[in-house]
């Protein structure tokens, strides 16, 4: 994956808690998806730890639902970034452990990513965040 702007990536003490405990027992369980792991612990490790009440309110957290714009092919997507258990691709609900999960964690509107799939890239653009939870108060979802 390749992020196409330099961007301050903010993660929540609330959501970092929760992460490491899902990055913990993934490995503890040897989850087949070790690369996915290893990028989103990557991602953690880059963010700025900041307290729920104080996150921007343009910044991708757990359980928010973002527009994504496919850059190549103009197409619209919207999906609520979840943990594995709660993940169903069909009804828009999209695994943090997946690669545009992890990818769009903590980065904001207007952020462009970029990741290779078999033969070439994919870009999305964060257009638009329709919900966040710290935004609209619930800290503990």
Known sequence: MKIMQDRTIYITKFDLERLDDLL?????FNCRDQGDLEELEAELQEGKLVDSKSVPPNVVTMNSRV???DVDENKSMIFT???PKDADIGAGKLSVLSPVG???L???EGDVIEWRVPARFRR???QKLLYQPEAAGDFHL
Do not use: P, V
């Open 24 to 28: 913990a027992a993934a490995r503890e």
């Open 124 to 126: 999305f653009k964060i």
């Open 102 to 104: 992890t990818a769009i």
């Open 106 to 108: 903590g980065r904001s």
């Open 81 to 83: 970034l979840t943990f």
């Open 67 to 69: 527009e994504l714009i």
